[in-house]
C-alpha cells in the first residue's frame, strides 16, 4: 500500500512503554504499535476517492479463515459511498496460507482476539496518521474472529506493556473510533467480552446469526451486555441464518454454513445505513481505488 506519511517527517511517533518488561517479554520480545504496523502495511488493501482530502474511514478486519470475497464486497460498497476502506491482513505478513489458518486458528489453537487485538490497535494507529484519513471518524467492522479481536480490545485498558501482545499499547490510539460493526463474533470461552466490562464503548452494531454454529446464540447476545454498560441502546440483529451467511462459497455439506444472498443484501444495508449515522454522510459518486494505484469506478 502506498503511503504519503511517515514518522521520520514530523507524525506522531508511536506511545512509549510504560512498564517495565516481564521475563516472558524478555525472552520474546513484543512488537511495538509501530513495529507491527511496519508489518501489516504492505498487505493493507485500499479503497476509496481517489483524492488527499480527509475522509472517515472503516477498517474491516476479515474471519479466521482469511481474506475471502465478501471482504472487498463489503469494501468496494464502503468506499461507493464515498469513504475510505482498508481492509488490514492479519495473515498474509505472517506468512499463513488459508490452510494453515484453517487449521491452527479456526480450531482455536492459536492466535486468540486477544493477541490478534494488536493488529486492529496497530492498524489504527497506523493509518490515522494518512493524510487522506480523517482521524476523528474511524469505524471498524469485524467478522466472526476479526470481530473477536476488537471486542477483546475494547476490554483492554491499554496502559501497561503486554496488554494486546504490544510493548507499547496506548489507548490513545483508539480516540479517533466512533463506532464498531461487528458481524457474528465469536462468544465462546476465551472471548475476553465474556467476563470483563468494555473500557471503551464506541457506537455499536452487532449481527448474531441464529443458526450459528460456532456461538450459541445466548453466548453472542451475552457479550454485546459489556458494551451496554456504556450504550445500553446497542444494536443488534438477529440474521436467520448461519454463521458466514454472508460469505459465498458455503452452500452444502459437509459445511454447517450456508450462504444466504437476501440477509447478505440485508447486512449490507444495515451496514451502510450504520455508517452514515456514525461517520456523518460523505460526500458521494467518487472514482475509488485499490492498493497498487489501479483505479475502479464507483
Known sequence: MNFIWGRDNGEPAAPAAAAKPRLAEMLWPLDTVAKRWDM???SVQAFGPRDEEPRPAVLLFHGCAGVRPHIDTYARAVAAAGYRAFIIDSYEPRGWSQAYATTFVCSG???????RAGDVLAAVWGLSQDPGVDASRICLAGWSHGSWSIMDLMTMPLERSGEASLADPSPDCLAGVKSLFLLYPYGGPGALSRSRPWVRAPETFGVVAEKDHLTAQADALRIFD??????PAVDVWIAPGTHAFDAPGHEGFPSPMRYDPELAEGCLDRFLGFLRRTLDPPAMGFAWQRSGGEALDA
Not at 110 to 115: D, H, K, L, N, S
Not at 226 to 231: D, G, L, T, Y
Open 40 to 42: 501489516l502495511a504492505p
Open 109 to 115: 489453537a492459536m492466535f486468540w482476539g486477544r493477541e
Open 226 to 231: 459489556a458494551p451496554r454498560q456504556h450504550h
